[in-house]
Every structure is written in C-alpha cells, then in structure tokens.
C-alpha cells in the first residue's frame, strides 16, 4: 500500500525525526509538523507545518488533504498540567475532530507505556487490562486511547493506539531491557498498523522482541507486527552498568519507573 499523503506530526522529536526519511518511502507526498520552529526544512516530496495542537484552526488546515496520520506530537513526558491539558487533551480533540472533517481514515496514535506505569515489573499485561497511569502525562494517553474509541464506534475513523515503550538507540537501564523498540522496529510496527486491512480501534504495545516482558501482545496480533530485533543483544552491556537491585527504587519496582514519583513535574 502507497499513501498519497501521509501526516507526521511531531517530527522534529527523538523518534519523529528518525521516521520522518522512513515514512518518505511509503508517500507521495509527506507533511511534517511540530510545535518548534526547529522543524527541519520540507525537503523533496515534503510539506512542513509549524503547528500548535491546541490552535483549532491550524490543526484543520495541517490535516485538510492527508489520507492517514501518524499523531507523535504533543507532551510527550510528564508536564504540568496546563501543558498536558494544551497539548494533548485539546490538541487531541482538534485532531480528530478535523480527522473527521477531512475524511482521514487511519490514526496512528502514538499512546505511552505510562497508561499502564503503575502495573508492577513483575506483572505481564496485555492490553485489555485497565489502564493505571503513573501522572498527569499517562493520564492524558489514556484519555487519548478512549477518544480514538469513540471516534472509531461513532465516526468510523480507525486507530491503531501504540503503548510505546522506550524508542531510543539501544536499552540503557534494566527497565529498558523489556520497554525497548529499535528505531527499525518502530517503522515495522507503525508501517503495519497503518496496512493492516481491518484495525477498528486497536491497541498494541510497542516493543521489539525483547526477552524479558512485561506486555503480551496477543490482542494485537491482526495488526502483523514481527519485530526483528532484540534488546537481548545489550543484555551484558545494561546488567554489567546496574549490578545492585534495590527493589524499593520505582525503577525497578513499577513499570512506568521514575513517572511514578511525585515532585516536580510529577505532580505532588
Ligand atoms: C515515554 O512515554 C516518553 O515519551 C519517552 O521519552 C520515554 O520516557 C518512554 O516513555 C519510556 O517510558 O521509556
């Protein structure tokens, strides 16, 4: 499947910008978005939108035309909650209410494991579990997963919501060694969910194959994700850096880790 135009919103982020060459394979033509206006120029084949997620009016004229969207933008940590409520309550509702308009077909939505942070390291969930954010951000996905259902049951406007464990060059703490997604694996896994023939409002966890887990996929297993990569392969690597396990530490007790704690920014 060739998709005409594909939006990628927040595409000047970590993984934003590592998808953003991918995704040009898969469209003729690919709009990128983000808030910053670090946004790298529209290269070749691209349009580039410097978009705020809560400005209504530019959340419409930023999907007008696309035929699927890949939704990386917004908060993507946790924030205060003006910031969380701006980015990812309003600016969700904005999205899919000019997805609506626009006839777009397919959401990608990049949700976060933090819909799940307080389920414990020594539990395996899968997806019909229910949600237990570990803050204000986790809150706010979950929020984002329940409005994908609806525009889904009501509208007809598919999403598949991606718990995205931790995209990053390779696992770098032992948490890491069950969240992790390679960059590769990613692109699998969200070229995928926007081909699978029939999604309705699916969710999946977006890891690779990693040996230790803490998510079981089964749900999900329509979508045809095969991950081909391994945080195994950094096993030694992580294990040799974090020799002492202290079980009271939330990094190793809760799956969300550290955004399960209070302070600043972890809402007190
Ligand atoms: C997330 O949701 C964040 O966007 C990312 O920066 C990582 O912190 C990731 O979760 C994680 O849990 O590793």
Known sequence: IRFHRILLTGAAGGVGTQLRPRLKAYCDVLRVSDVVESLPAAGEGEERFVVNLADKAAVFKMVEGCDTILHLGGVSVEKTWEEIL????????????????YGVKRIIFASSNHVVGFYRQDQVINSRDP??????????????????????????????????GSIFPKPTDRRMLATWMSYDDAERLFMAAMTAPL??????????????????????????????????????????????????DVATRYQGAAFTRTGPFFQD
């Open 131 to 164: 949600p237990k954010p570990d803050g204000f951000y986790g809150l706010s996905k979950a929020f984002g997963e329940d409005l994908a259902q609806l525009y889904w049951d009501k509208h007809g406007i598919e999403t598949v919501s991606v718990r995205i």
């Open 86 to 101: 701006q980015g990812n309550i309003v600016g969700l509702v904005n999205l899919y209410e000019a997805a609506r308009q």
């Open 199 to 248: 999604v309705g409002h699916s969710i999946i966890f977006g890891m690779s194959d990693n040996k230790t887990v803490f998510w079981d996929n089964t749900n999900a297993k329509h979508i045809g994700y095969r991950p081909k990569d391994s945080s195994d392969v950094f096993r030694d690597e992580v294990e040799a850096k974090f020799q002492k396990l202290d079980l009271n």
